[in-house]
């Protein structure tokens, strides 16, 4: 089982449209949890980190469940320029090092 | 420029050769890492710094693998006899203690 696992997708979703994203992990002493975004040939660039509470910022909403090891992320409003990959990051306490899940493709067309 | 950066941008070589990488971190960063990245895939951990200790190693990286962060500056990575499965995207990224990474925009390493 992977450490990290992710739905590849691709996603396809009209713009305006809500689209939700799950990650699971399996290592049940994890601490940090982020979700990056990662357009074509780019860098991975950090999109928000993920709190137990949830948390949001603008039309992105993060959320972790720790009971179910998963994490989530909701992105209401899709624009084309959201069109990405969507990677799942967890840092094991006190490790250091961070895990990558393979990330979802997202594709929202006009 | 504060961001995170890495030279060369582009690297072929031919089945064999050695090659080495430079990574410049954010500069109050203490932390610095190396990822590997290949079509379709996540980054995979290759090895961590804080400061110029090198803490931790993935046991992906053959002894083929180095890296150094001398005074816990710049990094470089090398790859010894390169083969054509090293061939991937190399990431380099900086963190404070905590914080997410701020990547640099890789080096993509061919290998024929």
């Known amino acids: 089982r992977k450490e990290v696992e992710q739905d590849p997708g691709p996603f396809n979703v009209p713009e305006g449209a809500t689209v939700a994203f799950n990650c699971t992990y399996s290592?049940?002493?994890?601490?940090?949890f982020f979700w990056y975004r990662q357009d074509c040939r780019k860098e991975p660039k950090l999109l928000m980190s993920v709190y137990s509470s949830g948390n949001e910022d603008g039309r992105f909403t993060a959320q972790l469940n720790r009971a179910s090891q998963y994490i989530s992320l909701l992105i209401r409003d899709s624009k084309l320029s959201d069109s990405a990959t969507y990677l799942c990051?967890?840092?094991?306490?006190?490790?250091?090092?961070?895990?990558f899940g393979a990330g979802t493709r997202l594709f929202v067309k006009a | 420029d504060t961001g995170v950066s890495q030279n060369p941008r582009h690297k072929i070589t031919k089945r064999g050769q050695n090659v080495t990488f430079r990574c410049d971190p954010i500069s109050e960063h203490n932390r610095l890492y190396w990822y590997r990245q290949t079509l379709g895939q996540g980054p995979e951990f290759l090895t961590y710094?804080?400061?110029?200790?090198?803490?931790?190693k993935s046991r992906l990286l053959s002894d083929r693998f180095s890296a150094e962060r001398p005074k816990g500056s710049f990094s470089t990575l090398e790859i010894q006899r390169t083969e054509q499965g090293d061939s991937a995207m190399y990431l380099c990224?900086?963190?404070?203690?905590?914080?997410?990474?701020?990547f640099g925009s890789g080096t993509r390493l061919t290998v024929v």
């Open positions: 990224a900086s963190s404070l203690e905590g914080a997410g990474y701020t």
């Open positions: 710094f804080q400061n110029e200790a090198q803490l931790e």
């Open positions: 290592n049940s002493a994890s601490q940090s």
């Open positions: 990051v967890v840092t094991p306490t006190g490790g250091f090092k961070t895990i």
